[in-house]
């Protein structure tokens, strides 16, 4: 991707075969199983934090509201060019 940055792409469903615990017991909780695991249990009380922050709940739901808007006006603009396209 040229950026510099490392990318590692997961199948979670297939996470009975990851061969480190940590990384197992993660995968499995984005599968949505319940994890033991005390990685996974500080990633749930991050997001339960997270969830009962209002500032952040509104930040949230603010860019929410701004891609999908960004992404209606793709949409309209790509429609634009489409029809420019036939035009000419």
Do not use: C, H
């Amino acid at each position: 991707m040229n950026d510099g940055a490392k990318k590692v792409f997961f199948n979670a469903k297939d996470y009975i075969n990851a061969e480190d615990e940590e990384v197992r017991e993660f995968l499995k909780y984005v599968n949505g199983e319940k994890s033991d695991n005390p990685f996974v249990k500080e990633i749930e009380d991050k997001v339960a934090q997270v969830k009962k922050n209002e500032e952040w709940r509104l930040e949230y739901v603010t860019l929410l509201m701004r891609d999908q808007e960004n992404q209606e006006i793709g949409i309209e603009i790509g429609k634009e060019l489409g029809r420019e396209m036939k035009i000419a």
